[in-house]
Structures are given as structure tokens and as C-alpha cells.
């Protein structure tokens, strides 16, 4: 089936039951049981596995074209869980701007269980080949990057990590964060990643009203050692929240498409504008690695990000002026989002760390919503 058929059909077929429509939510804690070690039916415990919750992987495996795929409290969850296949001892490589949320969980949570992360000095092929050493047990990439909207080459650094083998005689897993374009817009598995990891709360929500992560993986071996963490870590979705990202997942194409048509729309105008000294957008022709949107991409996700001319005093006049778009943290909602990356998302960075990346004072990232794009422009053009 075709992308917009899988995301109102797949993991969301009636109730056999019932003939519901929609899929229900299971608002329930255990299971009966027909007796000693025998299942009434396919569920024991909602920790381990509930239906509300067994149908949401379903639909985001099919959108990924993945075997399996498992659903979590948060992106952060997800990503804990990744980490989680690591032991002491391991090196996990990554790009120079990978999101703030997760260089935190790199070197100030499992830094202490001497599992190290080495940034690649550029974000490269080339640069995350040369950073492999006996010790890489992961390489951890983003494409398009938070915030800086970096594309890279996937296929390729999963052709280079696949030549490596470690001191185990493994090679590497390719983890790819592909919250920013979404699964109806790319697909790593197929090009040859190892895992791929989602905070659901942005695009596959879709409305700002739901927390979640998923991972998504081919391989069974890993499904099973993530599926005993995400059990025994017990960091699960609840089952309305899973009823909520379901309902985002069904409109997930069409939305997409009107983000991207209003993030150029915003892109081209903030381009031109006397108080903006840059706009950040894989969109533009000249945009470093721009030929990957058509390579590995369908189309771009409604994110962008420029840097206003001046510092924090002109960013805060400008963020007071605004009357459409929101100040806040997150994206991929319906509404149009600005945030301050410097102070949100990638707080946890050093400002030498920040600066020297590009995650100035002065820049914005954009989330850009499903509304009339002349509305979002008159509100910049007023604001600026």
C-alpha cells in the first residue's frame, strides 16, 4: 500500500469484535488469565504489552517498512532504550550538532557508566569514518539536524560503518533520528540503517497534545533485546497517548505536505529581509548537501531556522512583537512554534560548544504550521 493508504489503514483496522471503526483504547492495567501460565488472549500485562499499544507499533512499523517497531513514553525513552544495547567500555560516534536531548544523555548520564561519545568533527561520511575507532559500538546521526537543519549522506555512512569491525569483531549500529522528516518523508532503514529512533510527540502527533517516542528496527535480534528493556525499564506509552498518536498518524501525509509548502513559502521571505543575516533551509538550491533531499528524502518537513541581526536584546523585542507564532519549546504541531535553541533545546551544550556549531545567540528555529502562509508572513514581516 501507498504511504497515505498505510497511515489510515496500517495497525488500524476495525475491532474484529465490534466492527468500531476506530481503534479503541484499552483502558486497563492486567489481563485474565485462562489459568496457571495460560493467556486468555494475546495480553498478560499492559506493561509489557497492551492492545492500544500493540496496534500503534503496527502503524508506525508499516510506515517505517520496518519488521517491528516499539513505543515509549517519550523520544527520550526511546532513545534511553537504544542506549541501553551499550556496555561499559563502548564509544558512540555522532555529528558535531546532534539535539540538545541527546548529547545530554550522552555525556552527563551514560558518561558515567564509561561509555564515551566522540563528535565527528564535521557532519560527513568521511568525518564520522574517520572517528571510528575498536571501541565504536554506535554511530548516531540526524538528517535533517536539530537545529541546524544538517543533511547527510545516510546510505553512505551506512556503507562506510558496515566496512568497520570493533574489538568484538561487530560492526558498528547505524542509529538514525528521523523525528525532523518523519517516516512520511524518509525512511533510514531502507538505506541502510541499523535503527531508527522518533520522538513522537512532534510530526507523528502532530498537534501538540501527546507525548511519546518510538524505535523501529528489521533485525530480530535487536527487537528482542529492546523489547526486553522497554518491559523491564518500563517506560511505555500509555494507552490514550497511543490512541492520540494513532489519530495524528492518519492525517501524518497530508499534513507534511502543507508544512513543506509553508516552510518555503517562510523561508523565501525571511531570505530576504534587511534584519535577517541568515535563513537555515535544505529548500534552497545553494544549502550545503541540498541534492539529499531528492536523494533520500520526499520532501522537507516544515522546519527552518535563521539568525536575526543582533544578539538576545533584538531576539526578545522580537519575540514580544509576534501575535501568530508561539514561543515555545517542541515542534512538527499544527501550529506555527518559534524557540530560542540557545536557551531550550541545546541548553545543555556549552556556549564555546554552541557557538562554535552555529547555535548563536541570535538564531530561531522555526516549526512552521498548517496555517495560511500570508498569515505567518505578515506576523514576521510585522514582528521584524
Known amino acids: 500500500m501507498k504511504l497515505d493508504t498505510l497511515a489510515v489503514h496500517a495497525g488500524q483496522r476495525p475491532d474484529p469484535h465490534n466492527g468500531a471503526v476506530t481503534v479503541p483504547v484499552s483502558l486497563t492495567s492486567t489481563f485474565q488469565l485462562a489459568g496457571i501460565g495460560k493467556l486468555t488472549g494475546d495480553f498478560e500485562y499492559a506493561r509489557s504489552d497492551n492492545p492500544s499499544r500493540h496496534a500503534l507499533e503496527d502503524s508506525i512499523a508499516a510506515l517505517e517498512g520496518a519488521a517491528h517497531a516499539l513505543s515509549f513514553a517519550s523520544g527520550q525513552a526511546a532513545s534511553t532504550s537504544i542506549l541501553s544495547l551499550l556496555v561499559p567500555d563502548d564509544e558512540v560516534v555522532t555529528t558535531p550538532n546532534v539535539y540538545g536531548g541527546s548529547y545530554r544523555l550522552f555525556h552527563n548520564v551514560y558518561n558515567k557508566y564509561n561509555i564515551v561519545t566522540v563528535h565527528a568533527e564535521q557532519s560527513s561520511p568521511e568525518s564520522i569514518q574517520s572517528a571510528l575507532t575498536d571501541k565504536t559500538a554506535m554511530v548516531w546521526i540526524e538528517s535533517p539536524s536539530n537545529p541546524l537543519l544538517t543533511l ?10 558496515a566496512k568497520h569491525r570493533n574489538r568484538k569483531g561487530v560492526k558498528p549500529l547505524l542509529v538514525v533520528d528521523n523525528t525532523f522528516p518523519s517516516p512520511a518523508l524518509q525512511n533510514p532503514l531502507a538505506l541502510g540503517a541499523d535503527i531508527v529512533a522518533h520522538s513522537c510527540t512532534k510530526y507523528i502527533g502532530g498537534h501538540s497534545d501527546v507525548i511519546g517516542g518510538a524505535v523501529a528496527v ?49 523561508a523565501e521571505f525571511l531570505r530576504g529581509h534587511k534584519h535577517v543575516e541568515q535563513v537555515i533551509f535544505p529548500g534552497f538550491e545553494d544549502f550545503p548537501n541540498h541534492h539529499l533531499v531528492k536523494k533520500q528524502m520526499r520532501g522537507l518537513p516544515g522546519m527552518l531556522a535563521f539568525k536575526i541581526r543582533g544578539g538576545v536584546k533584538e531576539v526578545e523585542q522580537f519575540f514580544a512583537k509576534l501575535k501568530l507564532f508561539i514561543m515555545a519549546e517542541s515542534l512538527g504541531g499544527v501550529e506555527s512554534l518559534l524557540c530560542h535553541p540557545a536557551s531550550t533545546s541545546h541548553a545543555a551544550l556549552p556556549e564555546s560548544e554552541r557557538n562554535k556549531i552555529g547555535i548563536t545567540d541570535n538564531l530561531i528555529r522555526v516549526s512552521v504550521g498548517i496555517e495560511d502562509a500570508e498569515d505567518l508572513i505578515d506576523d514576521l514581516r510585522n514582528a521584524l
Open 218 to 266: 528489521n533485525d530480530e535480534t535487536l527487537w528482542q533485546s529492546l523489547k526486553f528493556y522497554q518491559n523491564a525499564g518500563g517506560a511505555v506509552q500509555g494507552p490514550m497517548d497511543c490512541y492520540l498518536l494513532q489519530r495524528g498518524i492518519r492525517t501524518l501525509p497530508l499534513r507534511m505536505r502543507k508544512h513543506e509548502e509553508n516552510a518555503y513559502r517562510v
Open 152 to 161: 547527510i549522506d545516510i546510505a553512505e555512512v551506512a556503507e562506510r560503518v
